[in-house]
């Protein structure tokens, strides 16, 4: 089975930059997409960025637009997340996604197979 490994999270001021790493223990597998999902305490997992695999097409939240970037190297099998300008409301634990095969909306973390065990990050004000 495919399995995912986030790294990168810490604590932050508010302003500051932090890059997020999605390594697959697999040297290939099947994806549609990867994804990022953030989670803070007692709150639903909320979607973030994902990134179309096989063509580097990008999508975002609305609140991280402008701030955030989904990249991916395809020889590493990796997945990163660049953030940007953080605030506080984006405190929470980072997930890292991947779906076997297309399924319409990516924003429904229902629609992924793969899940690491996330990486927390904390922006202090």
């Known amino acids: 089975q495919v399995q995912l490994v986030e790294s990168g999270g810490g604590l932050v001021q508010a302003g500051g930059s932090l890059r997020l790493s999605c390594a697959a223990s697999e040297g290939t597998f099947s994806r549609n997409r990867m994804s990022w999902f953030c989670q803070a305490p007692g709150k639903e997992r909320k979607f973030v960025a994902a990134i179309t695999w096989s063509t580097g097409w990008t999508y975002y939240a609305d609140l991280v637009k402008g701030r955030f970037a989904i990249s991916r190297d395809i020889t590493k099998n990796t997945v990163y997340l660049q953030m940007n300008s953080l605030k506080p409301e984006d405190t929470g634990v980072y997930y890292c996604?991947?779906?076997?095969?297309?399924?319409?909306?990516?924003?429904?973390?229902?629609?992924?197979?793969?899940w690491g065990q996330g990486t927390q990050v904390t922006v202090s004000s």
């Open positions: 996604a991947a779906d076997r095969y297309f399924r319409s909306d990516y924003y429904n973390p229902k629609n992924y197979d793969y």
